[in-house]
């Protein structure tokens, strides 16, 4: 069994991730954009939690804030956290319908908002508001279909 | 996960992460590291920026030789206008510069600028920055002012070699010296997290202000240089309550349209007004 099969299949996903979170869209949509990073990152957590951990998730973090612009650190450390939580779910979440791993999503996406606008608090005056739950809740919506689809690439690709 | 456990990595991580949080915000420390990183963030900005590009291309390359006459000669009309306006503005700048002297003041030098395009733009509509195609190896430099047609967009915050980052003036944590165009009263104009809208805080209720003002920048901060257009006042209201009078400016600068704006190379020498 070659170990590092289908590596690229994962690779992809994530620049795809990263160049949906920052295509321009208008001013409206921005805040109905979904957390596509956090998304894949879940479903590679879920499907391949031998390979796919918080260093890995640290990584995308990371290579996040550099795309944005903001502190290095600041994604990064969000995402270790949402990644840990995905990982103590995995079983779990294997078992439950669309619907219930939804729900799920929705709170490990709202967490990531959370945590980055905590870490964000620590060095700038931040306005407050549930801002942060409009993205959550068109992840989880979304999520079925990124699931499926990203399944579908596993499969395919044999990516383990 | 095999090693140490996932509760210790995950500490391990999030303690690395916020020391890197605090080294990036706090210190220059990581400066040199992000602005090589940033780099390899061009290319996403660039990809993205394709469909935009492609429609503005197809709009110049498609269109009929008719109407590529009728654009010249627009064009042609406009820059004989402009021509005429330089040269009354190089006559008043000699007349400023002889003026200055009189009153024992040093020279205004004017400024170059650079022409640059956006290519990127914050995705978090709480954050107002955008992302241009000039970078260190243009020139450019932190804190440098950037302006499109119409007036002040904003200041540098961060380069790569050939991308630069600039916060906008209307971001909320933004704040620059400005003065009134028709009488020099000076104030700060500060972003309030929307595009079409700043505000003038702390301003006392007996201060010479009217809607329709221009403010235009004062040149204090040491940071943007002095008299470009910023914004135009579109309300006053004091409340005799109030100590302060609530006033909100509309940004000059088309903020949310500008694909192309101006890097402005600051080379002015401040001068200490008899006045002040």
């Known amino acids: ?35 596509w990073v956090t998304l894949i990152l879940i479903y590679w957590v879920i499907a ?22 903001v502190p290095l650190g600041v994604n990064a450390f969000a995402l270790s956290i949402v990644a840990a939580v995905a990982y103590a779910l995995h079983q779990r979440m294997r078992m439950f319908a ?20 905590w870490v964000k608090s620590l060095y700038a005056d931040l306005s407050g508001g549930l801002y942060f739950l409009l993205p959550a809740l068109v992840s989880a919506i979304i999520w079925p279909w990124v699931m499926i689809l990203l399944r579908h690439f596993r499969r395919v690709f044999s990516v383990q | 996960m095999k090693g140490p456990s996932v509760v210790a990595r995950t500490i391990g991580l999030c303690v690395l992460s916020l020391v890197l949080v605090f080294a990036d915000y706090r210190t220059g420390v990581l400066t040199p590291l992000r602005s090589t990183l940033s780099a390899v963030a061009v290319p996403f900005y660039w990809l993205v920026d394709t469909p935009e590009r492609f429609v503005n291309w197809s709009a110049d390359t498609l269109i009929n030789r008719r109407d590529l006459l009728a654009d010249n000669e627009a064009l042609r009309s406009e820059a004989i206008v402009l021509r005429a306006k330089m040269q009354r503005l190089s006559v008043l700048e000699a007349e400023n510069s002889r003026l200055r002297e009189l009153l024992n003041s040093s020279e205004i030098v004017s400024d170059d600028v650079l022409v640059a395009e956006l290519i990127g733009v914050s995705p978090d509509p709480a954050i107002h920055t955008i992302v241009l195609n000039r970078g260190s190896s243009d020139g450019v430099y932190v804190g440098q002012a950037v302006l499109d047609a119409h007036g002040l967009m904003g200041q540098v915050t961060a ?25 020099g009263v000076r104030a700060i104009l500060e972003g309030v997290g929307r595009l079409d809208q700043l505000e003038l805080r702390h301003v006392p209720a007996t201060m ?9 920048s004062s040149g204090l901060g040491r940071r943007f240089p002095v008299g470009y257009p910023v914004a135009t006042i579109v309300s006053v209201s004091r409340d005799p309550g109030q100590a302060f009078a609530m006033i909100k400016a509309s940004p000059s600068a088309h903020l949310d349209r500008s694909r192309h704006v101006l890097l402005v190379f600051d080379s002015i020498v401040r001068s200490h007004d008899a006045e002040l």
């Open chain 1, 48 to 69: 391949l939690p031998h390979r796919i951990g918080v260093g890995t998730a640290w990584l995308f973090g990371v290579a996040l804030d550099i795309l944005l612009g």
């Open chain 1, 98 to 117: 669309f619907w219930q791993q939804s729900v799920i999503v929705f709170v490990l996406v709202g967490l990531n908002e959370m945590l980055c606008h």
């Open chain 2, 208 to 216: 010479d202000i009217q809607v329709g003002d221009i403010l235009v």
């Open chain 2, 159 to 183: 380069i790569s070699s050939s991308s630069s980052r600039v916060l906008l003036i209307t971001d909320a944590t933004h704040a620059m010296p400005v003065q009134i165009n028709r009488n």
């Open chain 1, 1 to 35: 069994m070659q170990s590092s099969n289908g590596q690229w299949v994962i690779l992809v996903s994530f620049i795809v991730a990263l160049l949906l979170s920052v295509v321009i869209v208008p001013r409206w949509m921005m805040y109905f954009r979904p957390e």
